[in-house]
């Protein structure tokens, strides 16, 4: 089983809909990291949070440490959110263990 | 700021030659990564760097990946001899502490390596 499990792999949606995509756990950790990349390799940062909820635009991400669980929630969708959005987990140090990512299809 | 650097950004190499990878983080951070990225097993972390020093290598695959960091400013990976399933895309990223906090990591565009 890996250290960082995803759900789900593929995602496809219409325009304007609310996504939710999940990224489970099973270490411990000191933070947790949601990656967008983009069709053409780029990888931006979207996210670092170790507890509660971060919202950036039409992005929100929240993190359960209990029970070991990350969400990150799209509103309102648009085509331009197509990509693969990938969870990582900080671990010993700057250590990141990486999730398989989502790729995510919005069409118009 | 420019963001990472890397180069090249594509490289095509013969079995067996060696291949160096270069990176400029951007200033001021003092956290260096480098990953690398295949199909098969999406991102893996390598090697990172602090303030210049290697602190975790765990991640480089065999005595033929190696990484420096000789200043602040500059970083190779270098792999001798190169294999066919060396091939994958290698990332770049840096970020700093402040406050004792760590913080987000900033990626380069990646150089594509392949190796025929």
């Known amino acids: 089983k890996n250290e960082v499990e995803q759900s789900p792999q593929n995602l496809t949606a219409q325009e304007g809909e609310f996504i939710t995509i999940n990224c489970s756990y099973s270490?411990?950790?000191?933070?947790l990291h949601w990656l967008q990349q983009h069709p053409g390799g780029g990888i931006v940062s979207l996210f670092m949070?170790?507890?509660g909820k971060k919202k950036h635009g039409r992005l929100i991400a929240t993190i359960n440490i209990q029970e070991k669980h990350s969400s990150l929630h799209i509103t309102a969708s648009h085509p331009r959110d197509s990509a693969v959005y990938i969870c990582?987990?900080?671990?010993?140090?700057?250590?990141?263990?990486f999730g398989e990512g989502t790729q995510l299809t919005v069409n118009p | 700021d420019a963001g990472v650097i890397q180069s090249p950004r594509h490289e095509v190499t013969e079995m067996g030659q060696e291949v160096t990878l270069r990176c400029k983080p951007i200033?001021?951070?003092?956290?260096l990564f480098w990953y690398r990225q295949t199909m098969m097993r999406g991102l893996e972390l390598l090697i990172y760097?602090?303030?210049?020093?290697?602190?975790?290598d765990s991640g480089m695959p065999e005595d033929r990946f190696s990484a420096k960091m000789p200043n602040a400013s500059f970083s190779t990976l270098k792999i001798q001899p190169s294999e066919p399933r060396d091939s994958a895309v290698y990332f770049c990223?840096?970020?700093?502490?402040?406050?004792?906090?760590?913080?987000?990591?900033?990626f380069g565009p990646g150089t594509r390596l392949t190796v025929l």
């Open positions: 949070l170790s507890s």
């Open positions: 200033s001021g951070h003092d956290y």
């Open positions: 270490v411990g950790i000191s933070a």
């Open positions: 760097f602090n303030n210049n020093v290697p602190i975790d």
């Open positions: 990582a987990v900080q671990t010993s140090g700057s250590r990141l263990t």
């Open positions: 990223a840096s970020s700093q502490v402040r406050d004792s906090q760590y913080n987000e990591q900033f």
